[in-house]
Antibody, heavy 118, light 110 residues
């Protein structure tokens, strides 16, 4: 079964760092990109950025460039989304998705809820 | 890049059809045939319903269809069923490995 399994919910304070993960299984991890998508409480989907796990080439939405870092470790079929200094406005649910331009985002993780509060 | 524009809501009775629009620009929807549509039920992860403007992934009912004209893409749900009540989002390739989502449409089955 093709699936993406994300790490568990996090509660952090403003200014703290965080890395969440997305592990792929059931397919060749390096044959598909991984995208990260933010959904703030009660709001819509926002594309944050995409990584090609085969070479770690990344592209970011201008809205998120410089605030988050996307990376991947192809040896363990895992992609990451990280922050160096969280803000309260980063409180949201974050999804990873298997992604290619032609086929869209065809497999999604279950989502990771991040809560940032003092 | 700005979010693609969708109507906030749409509704129809069981068995009827509903069409959702997704308006972008010549730099995204109008420039590429890489529009996809996602269904999201409350508390669940999104699900791919349409890709490449009008293609359906395996397992998606043929009641769901997609089209595009100029800078506007559309999703039509025919023969509405109760389980179709959900939020729907379009997405488009915007060039240079960039992507953009629509603002989302809540579909209500009356």
């Amino acid at each position: 079964e093709v699936q993406l399994v994300q790490s568990g919910a996090e509660v952090k304070k403003p200014g703290e760092s965080l890395r969440i993960s997305c592990k792929g299984s059931g397919y060749s991890f390096t044959n598909y990109w991984i995208s990260w998508v933010r959904q703030m409480p009660g709001k819509g989907l926002e594309w944050m950025g995409t990584i090609d796990p085969s070479d770690s080439y990344t592209s970011y939405s201008p809205s998120f460039q410089g605030h988050v870092t996307i990376s991947a470790d192809k040896s363990i079929s895992t992609a990451y989304l990280q922050w160096s200094s969280l803000k309260a406005s980063d409180t949201a649910k974050y999804y990873c998705a298997r992604h290619m331009i032609v086929i869209g985002m065809d497999v999604w993780g279950q989502g990771t809820t991040v809560t940032v509060s003092s | 890049q700005s979010a693609l524009t969708q109507p906030p809501s749409a509704s129809g009775s069981p068995g009827q059809s509903v069409t959702i629009s997704c308006t972008g620009t010549s730099s995204d929807v109008g420039g590429y045939n890489y529009v996809s549509w996602y269904q999201q039920h409350p508390g669940k992860a999104p699900k791919l319903m349409i890709y490449e403007v009008s293609k359906r992934p395996s397992g998606v009912p043929d009641r769901f269809s997609g089209s595009k004209s100029g800078n506007t893409a559309s999703l039509t749900v025919s023969g509405l069923q109760a389980e179709d009540e959900a939020d729907y989002y379009c997405s488009s390739y915007a060039g240079s490995n960039n992507f953009v989502f629509g603002t989302g449409t809540k579909v209500t089955v009356l």
